[in-house]
């Protein structure tokens, strides 16, 4: 048998190419730790992120164009994830200590189940393997500590606010830092004050995604987040309905004159999905999101349908990707969080996702 060697294996692997960044693996870098022993290869795949959706498509064309090479008895593959940073310094703002790509969820307005999607978001990217972070920048209706199931105060090292914990999240909220039934009643100054203190102040370890559930609409939060922090992006959150396209059209009109890139945009309570006979019927309509995602050329991340047990897992505190993992909603947001962390691998190496311009 002719022997193996290590450029007949790597000019192979060059016909294995990423789709989302049209490039073969071995020009990216993603090859590593080759080894060859007579007719026994072994090598590793390292991805910009464990959500990787396209990660068994990419094994098996590899197992495949190596195992086709003269001499070849056996193909070991280990398959791993590096995620890159996004701290798109053009813009001049500091990274976050221990953080590698922040990600801010919004909507245009409220009642779109924001928090819901951001919540699962977070936990979905955690038990894909990704590092999680969540920030609760929703300060006046501070919700993300009642849909984990979480009542605890913030602690400090003695230098900085030690996040709390929760199924694989780290996650800071100002609902930990007041009584259930206490109104937060401040100008913008002092939330301008408040947001950058979680970011900066906040002993985040070792993030691949920091997740920002931010209030609805284009206020005081959206424009600190800007001024502050590098952001990865934004993903926007609606219904099917007029009304809340409308005003997502507004919310993503605000984030380019921010310079803060479209992720995409996910249509919520798309349908209702009964969970005893699967019929599904359109509440609200069908099919808005996906038209106004193509109509402003921004991704479209996915439908999660309108599921009873999404509503009973958020007051419970147990996120639907965790309580009911193979239903219809859940499966759909294990789907967008793959997608939100594709958007971002793109994003680190185009450094932005749509032109960054301003919109009249």
């Not at 022993?37 to 990419?58: N, Q, S, Y």
């Not at 606010?161 to 913008?188: H, K, N």
């Not at 803060?260 to 359109?282: K, Q, R, V, W």
Request: proline content about 7%.
């Amino acid at each position: 048998m002719p022997a193996v060697s290590e450029s007949a294996v790597l000019d192979a692997l060059r016909a294995v190419k990423d789709p989302d960044l049209h490039k073969d693996i071995v020009a990216l870098g993603f090859v590593k730790n080759l080894a060859i022993d007579g007719g026994r290869v072994a090598f590793t795949i390292e991805l910009t992120t464990p959500a990787c959706p396209v990660k068994d498509l990419m094994r098996d064309q590899a197992r495949s164009a190596v195992t086709a090479l003269a001499g070849v008895s056996s193909v070991e593959i280990e398959m791993t994830a590096s995620v890159r940073a996004n701290a798109r310094p053009e813009l001049g703002r500091a990274p976050v200590d221990g953080v590698k790509n922040i990600i801010a969820v919004g909507a245009g307005k409220g009642g779109v189940g924001k928090t819901t999607v951001a919540v699962n978001l977070a936990v979905a990217l955690a038990k894909l393997g990704s590092r999680v972070g969540l920030l609760d920048g929703d300060m006046y209706g501070p919700n993300v500590p009642i849909m984990l199931g979480l009542r605890t105060r913030l602690e400090t090292d003695g230098k900085k606010i030690v996040p709390a914990e929760r199924y694989g999240v780290q996650v800071i909220s100002m609902g930990f830092l007041t009584e259930d039934d206490a109104p937060v009643i401040w100008r913008g100054p002092m939330l301008h004050g408040a947001i950058t203190q979680f970011f900066r102040d906040a002993a985040w370890t070792n993030l691949d995604y920091l997740i920002v559930d931010l209030p609805p609409g284009t206020g005081d939060v959206a424009l600190s987040l800007s001024q502050s922090v590098p952001v990865a992006g934004a993903v926007l959150v609606t219904t099917p309905q007029s009304v809340a396209l409308a005003d997502t059209r507004r919310a993503i009109h605000m984030y380019r004159k921010l310079n803060i890139p479209a992720l995409g945009l996910i249509e919520n309570m798309s349908h209702f999905a009964c969970p005893g006979c699967g019929h599904e019927t359109d509440l609200f309509g069908r099919g808005g999101g996906e038209r106004l995602a193509q109509e402003l050329t921004i991704p479209f991340l996915g439908n999660i349908p309108l599921y009873e047990p999404v509503r009973r897992g958020g007051d419970e505190g147990v996120p639907i990707v965790l309580g009911h993992p193979d239903s219809p909603p859940a499966r759909a947001l294990f789907s967008v969080a793959e997608r939100v962390a594709q958007q971002v691998s793109i994003a680190s190496y185009s450094r932005r996702t749509i032109p960054l311009q301003q919109v009249n």
